[in-house]
């Protein structure tokens, strides 16, 4: 299974873009990227998912490098209801049971 | 509006009890999952269900136990040989067991062991 690193915690701006890194760097070439946040407190949100190719919903927008090892969470314009801690996941084909949460990022939006 | 729900918020259980949480969706979905997460940790898998009276062991299984008696519906019942219960548990399913398709999430139930 791809195993994913990412910085324990962020800082970012109100109003400003807010970019979460994700290294990958053992993926697959048929494992997706999912990107999920959590609240304190509360369940898990879906964000975004992708393989190859830049996504982008009315959320944010998931940058995946060429060579797939690595990816960025983009919200455009973070506020402080975007403070939580956000998940990178690379998920195997085939099976839910290899959907792994790490430590995630809590991202921080300051005033 | 389609969702996941679980119920009760918050739960109290003395020692040696044993205690169910309850999972309902409407999402006609047919895959199922139950989480555990600890303060500051990440998610890890007890139990899942790809189908109705189907289910299989996690990572975490022991001293938990689930049926799958109704697709809407996976109860997961925390017994008195789980030696560290106090957690928060998520309920989570998915449209099938295979897909890309996103894992929807409940909002949770924090159990405490007194």
């Known amino acids: 299974d791809a195993k994913t690193t990412q910085p324990p915690s962020m800082d970012c701006a109100e109003g400003r873009a807010a970019n979460l890194p994700c290294n990958h760097s053992t993926i697959s070439g048929n494992e997706y990227v999912y990107w999920y946040r959590q609240i304190h407190s509360q369940g898990p949100q879906y964000i975004i998912h992708?393989?190859?190719n830049n996504e982008t919903n009315e959320m944010a927008s998931l940058i995946i490098t060429e060579d797939r090892k690595s990816s960025t969470l983009i919200l455009p314009h973070a506020t402080l209801r975007d403070t939580a801690v956000y998940y990178c996941?690379?998920?195997?084909?085939?099976?839910?049971?290899?959907?792994?949460f790490g430590s995630g990022t809590k991202l921080n939006v300051k005033p | 509006d389609g969702g996941i729900t679980q119920s009760p918020k918050y739960l109290f259980r003395k020692e040696g009890q044993n205690v169910t949480l309850s999972c309902e969706q409407n999402?006609?979905?047919?895959?199922m999952y139950w989480y555990r997460q600890d303060p500051g940790q990440g998610l890890r898998l007890i139990y899942y269900?790809?189908?109705?009276?189907?289910?299989q062991k996690g990572d975490i299984a022991e001293g938990y136990s689930v049926s799958r008696e109704k697709k809407e519906s996976f109860p997961l019942t925390v017994t008195s040989a789980q030696k560290n219960p106090t957690a928060f548990y998520l309920c989570?399913?998915?449209?099938?067991?295979?897909?890309?398709?996103?894992?929807?999430f409940g909002p949770g139930t924090r159990l405490t062991v007194l």
């Open positions: 992708g393989l190859k």
């Open positions: 996941i690379v998920r195997p084909p085939g099976n839910f049971n290899k959907f792994y």
């Open positions: 999402l006609n979905h047919d895959a």
């Open positions: 269900s790809q189908i109705v009276n189907d289910f």
């Open positions: 989570a399913s998915t449209a099938d067991f295979s897909s890309y398709n996103e894992q929807f």
